[in-house]
């Protein structure tokens, strides 16, 4: 294996997230982008074992947002990519049991609703009854429903997202362990070490 001797950009990491940040890369102009991953192939760290839930029901503002720009990318991945990321809007369900919890379920809905979740939606026993007929409603009090939530697919995600960066030039290199970062005399980044030699890189 020869690693090229100098890159614009080294990602540490080929699952999804270092897919995706190498394709956004390379769709910004950045052509010189390589990828380390000490895996021997594509999906064999935590992309492959993740379970394949999304939601923007969360209970900070900022995870809410950052979910609604996901969900985005979700309806337009497979334009984007040609790859089909089996985004499945099956819902969330979120039952309580007291009235505090219910209370907590509420407040989050609240500001999930600021934020522009507007589907989101309280639920009483009756409605869960009818969203899932399957559960035991034994002491539920209510609780939150949002219908676009659901489920992806993350080996999907990363092949769409790593033939997305290939096809705009982004090299992709396996087997290979980054070892330590290279830095000047003034702590500045110079180059990426890894078991497969050296790599001059800025970022």
């Not at 209370?103 to 869960?128: C, F, H, K, W, Y």
């Not at 219908?147 to 092949?159: A, H, N, S, V, Y």
Request: aromatic share 6%; with cysteine; hydrophobic share 40%.
């Amino acid at each position: 294996m020869s690693l090229p001797s100098r890159a614009a950009v080294v990602v540490i990491g080929g699952g999804v997230i270092g897919a995706s940040v190498a394709h956004h890369l390379a769709q910004r102009g950045v052509r010189d982008v390589v990828v380390l991953d000490r895996a021997d192939g594509p999906g064999l760290g935590s992309t492959g074992k993740a379970t394949g839930g999304f939601r923007a029901q969360y209970g900070t503002a900022i995870n809410v947002r950052l979910s609604l720009l996901s969900r985005e990318k979700l309806m337009r991945f497979e334009e984007e990519t040609g790859f089909d990321p089996g985004y499945e809007q099956a819902g969330y369900l979120w039952m309580a049991t007291t009235d505090a919890a219910l209370e907590t379920l509420r407040a989050g809905n609240r500001m999930q609703r600021d934020e522009g979740l507007a589907e989101a939606v309280m639920v009483s026993p009756e409605d869960i009854a009818r969203i899932n007929p399957a559960l035991a409603l034994d002491g539920v009090v209510g609780g939150a429903f949002c219908p676009t939530d659901g489920f992806i697919k993350p080996l999907e995600m990363l092949r769409g997202y790593r033939a997305a960066a290939e096809r705009a030039g982004v090299r992709f290199e396996w087997g290979v362990e980054v070892r330590a970062l290279a830095r000047d005399s003034k702590g500045r980044l110079r180059g990426v070490e890894s078991s497969a030699g050296v790599i001059e890189t800025d970022a």
